[in-house]
């Protein structure tokens, strides 16, 4: 894939994405107390999980014809670490 593709395939996801976090960022920023920095930063945390879980059915259902995506990507796990630019997760 090219960088090209890379960069502009979800960029309507990302720009929605980014209109739904700003708000949440700068309310994190702002915070005056450790215990709503931790609150807030939970916010945001789950926020993109659920995101990311929604963005993984929608690829599966366009993938699977709508046959039970969220059964396809209860297999995948968690990706808690991103390749290196210019590299894949292909094994």
Not at 17 to 27: A, C, L, P, S, W
Request: charged share 30%.
């Amino acid at each position: 894939m090219s960088t090209a593709d890379r960069d502009e395939h979800f960029r309507g996801f990302a720009k929605q994405q980014f209109e739904d976090v700003e708000g949440m960022f700068i309310k994190w920023f702002c915070a005056t107390e450790p215990e709503e920095e931790a609150r807030i930063a939970h916010d945001i945390q789950l926020y993109l999980a659920r995101r990311a879980y929604d963005l993984a059915c929608h690829v599966a259902d366009e993938l699977l014809g709508g046959s039970n995506p969220e059964y396809f990507i209860s297999g995948i796990p968690d990706l808690t670490e991103l390749s290196k630019e210019g590299e894949t997760n292909n094994a």
